[in-house]
């Protein structure tokens, strides 16, 4: 047995002990509403938190340099590029942009004679991302000329020629090939390239900037456009297509510790359980990829935030926010959609809890409003992009028959793929690994010849894995032995996370759990809670837990970061299960 499956074992002790400090349902004292006000140390607090989170976040997140002029290629163009004299190539590395197609590439010493050295597919998986070009060793020779014919019109950002270690080249035929000579990298890396389903949702994002019809049409267009703002400020970067959802982690943490605050009232709980969230791997290393998924996770925050304060304040306006957020969300999204589903069912538990027909019968209309046809609006202008892309302009598209059976057509389109993904993936997992943290999803893995590795994955914290997945039996047992509202908010917020992909069949995978994650952090708070009102020593156990969740961040940092470091040490400590690809 492996030493380091102890590690797990010795966290599961923590965490039983740590439990052992719950009250149980028949001697707690229950507080029915705490008070929330936001004070000083509330905000020196979260600020702390939030400040260390956002320079961690940050760090590392992607080049700020990336090839911005691109050679658009119309099919069977050629160009030829000059070494100056007559060399022998080293290497030839190229910045693949837009579309797909191949290229021939040919060499010659004298511009007449030409010879094949290479030939390069510039598929799907191969955009806004450095490619090295396999050279023909056998037939590469001395050439002063390389010759790139394309086959499909693909746009390539730049061309990097080694020969004697040296960048050269030039070209009069396409002159943006040579042009940012100096973002040219030593090697292909995360940083410096697409990854994982950055291939698709960064190009639909650069493709609705530039008014092209997006490739990626399998998820509502509003998360790409909100990634497209990080491109519209920092360029077609990595760190421009990342930073949306690396600042989307960030506003988290103050959405978070709101409504901790409303649930719970102390700064301590309220602090511990966003360090917690802060420093849990899913949150940190999802909101770091270009995809969708940290702004749907971001609005069933607000739209929680503001369900929870309307059914403890009782003012429509909140009603009425927690709708807009939902609308918001599933135009990002279409897990939102399970949280709307969550959402109704509090929202009828508190109906049916303080009936007065004439009163609810008013409501439903305002919800109405506010959680179908407002979202509805949301949801339908999202695709502006799309009718730009297919000619339409003005706001007058939107009450056109085209436009409408656009928008129709990809709900069609977007139900039938994702009832069709039935495609075996190596990091694929189904529901009940997620809970358990049984099968975290690589999305990055790269060895160097020194030894070293860069690699990262998205898998939850195990204190807030394990730990929340315990205190949500315990919210579930409150919920239904003393009838705790705040614990059943929470469990139903969780379950309408979590049921749908119950039953659903197509290929899952861990990040799937993000948004249920969120729960969990509710649910230790609301442990965290019960023991400060019903147990002396609640601080040990709150801190401790905090701590070790903390701990753990760092431990784990070179495996949600990307970070390089020795490849084996990294195995030898942090492969804590044999499933984890570590």
């Known amino acids: 047995m492996r030493l380091t499956y102890v590690f797990p074992i010795l966290i599961l002790l923590f965490i039983g002990l740590f439990f052992f400090g719950c009250p149980s349902p028949a001697s707690a004292a229950l507080e029915d509403r705490p008070k929330s006000a936001f004070r000083r140390r509330d905000a020196i607090a979260l600020g702390i938190i939030t400040l260390v989170y956002a320079v961690i976040a940050f760090i590392g997140l992607g080049d700020t340099d990336a090839p911005q002029s691109f050679h658009e290629f119309e099919s069977g163009e050629s160009v030829t590029v000059d070494l100056g004299q007559v060399r022998d190539i080293d290497s030839m590395t190229i910045y693949s942009g837009l579309n797909t197609g191949s290229y021939r590439i040919e060499a010659s010493d004298d511009g007449e004679s030409w010879f094949d050295i290479a030939s390069f597919e510039q598929n799907y998986v191969a955009l806004f991302k450095w490619n090295d070009v396999e050279l023909d060793e056998l037939r590469l020779g001395a050439a002063r000329y390389v010759r790139i014919t394309a086959s499909g019109e693909v746009w390539l950002g730049e061309l990097a020629i080694r020969c004697g270690g040296e960048l050269v080249g030039q070209s009069s035929d396409a002159p943006e090939l040579f042009d940012e000579q100096d973002t040219v990298p030593e090697y292909q890396h995360y940083t410096n390239s697409t990854y994982f389903d950055e291939i698709y949702h960064a190009r639909t994002a650069f493709e609705n900037l530039e008014g092209i019809y997006p490739y990626e049409i399998s998820h509502p267009p509003l998360g790409k456009l909100i990634i497209a703002i990080g491109i519209s400020l920092f360029g077609m970067t990595p760190f421009g297509w990342r930073f949306s959802g690396a600042l989307t982690g960030v506003l988290m943490l103050p959405v978070m510790y709101m409504l901790l605050k409303r649930m719970f009232s ?244 861990e990040y799937h759990y993000f948004p249920s994650s969120v729960f969990l952090v509710l649910a230790v708070a609301r442990v965290f809670k019960l023991m400060k009102d019903n147990a002396k020593g609640w601080r040990f156990n709150v801190y401790g837990l905090t701590g070790l969740a903390c701990a753990l961040f760092i431990v784990f940092y070179p495996v949600i970061s990307g970070v390089r470091v020795n490849a084996q040490l990294a195995t030898n400590l942090l492969k804590w299960l044999p499933s984890w690809p570590f």
Request: charged residues 15%; glycine residues 6%.
């Open 266 to 509: 102390s700064t301590r709980i309220c602090a511990c359980a966003t360090a917690i969230f802060a420093c849990d791997f899913m949150h940190f290393a999802q909101t770091r990829i270009a995809t969708i998924d940290s702004y749907s996770v971001f609005f069933i925050l607000l739209m929680y935030l503001f369900m929870y304060m309307y059914i403890t304040g009782g003012k429509k306006r909140d009603l009425a926010l927690s709708g807009l957020f939902f609308g918001i969300g599933a135009a990002c999204k279409w897990t939102c959609f399970y949280a709307g589903a969550g959402l109704a069912v509090i929202w009828l538990i508190h109906w049916i809890r303080n009936f007065d027909l004439k009163a609810f019968l008013k409501n439903c209309a305002f919800c109405v409003v506010f959680f179908i046809v407002v979202p509805a609006m949301i949801y339908y202008i999202s695709y502006y992009p799309y009718g730009q892309a297919s000619g339409m302009h003005g706001a007058g598209m939107f009450f056109t028959s085209d436009y409408a059976s656009m928008v129709l057509d990809n709900q069609k389109f977007m139900f039938s793929y994702h009832s069709g993904v039935h495609t075996e993936h190596p990091y694929s997992s189904r529901w009940w690994q997620w809970i358990i943290d049984e099968r975290p999803i690589l999305y990055y893995l790269k060895y160097f010849d020194d030894g070293t590795r860069s690699s990262f994955g998205a898998f939850l914290n195990p204190v807030l894995c394990w730990g929340g997945l315990a205190a949500m039996v315990v919210c579930a047992v409150f919920a239904a032995k003393r009838r705790d509202k705040v614990s059943l908010f929470i469990v139903i917020g969780y379950l309408a996370q979590l049921l749908p992909w119950v039953f659903i069949t197509r290929t899952t995978f």
